[in-house]
């Protein structure tokens, strides 16, 4: 690894699966086990704008993080199952998917000025 963060990105990992594992959650066989990261870059919203940044998405394993790098005018709707929870730019959270559907919303609620959403980044793991 080149460096410093993917050495620790590769190690959570790592730690991550041994801990399925060992709580049972997860068995692990001949079953090829692999990860991947999503980034969805904050962007700018026109005023009053709503935008949809991740359409419903299913993963067995996910760790989400919301940046909070946005503005606090930018209203996240995030959709987990049937259950909506409300974040804006400027707040930081992690939400851990175990099997369920995601589906994120921005809506500028500022209706004369732009304003940008968050940087979220979803790290899942596939067997």
């Known amino acids: 690894m080149s460096s410093k963060r993917e050495f620790k990105s590769g190690l959570a990992g790592g730690v991550i699966i041994g801990a399925l594992a060992t709580l049972g959650l997860m068995k692990i066989s001949k079953t090829v086990i692999s990860s991947g990261k999503q980034i969805i870059p904050s962007q700018p ?6 935008a949809t940044l991740l359409p419903p998405v299913t993963h067995k394993f996910a760790v989400i993080l919301f940046h909070g790098d ?8 995030i959709l987990v199952d049937n259950k909506s929870y409300i974040l ?10 175990t099997g369920e559907s995601i589906a994120i919303t921005a809506e500028n609620t500022d209706t004369t000025s732009p304003r940008n959403t968050s940087t979220i980044e979803i790290a899942y793991i596939t067997w």
């Open 70 to 77: 946005g503005d606090h005018q930018v209203k996240l709707t």
């Open 45 to 50: 919203l026109k005023a009053g704008e709503k």
């Open 88 to 97: 804006y730019g400027d707040e930081q959270a992690i939400e851990l998917l």
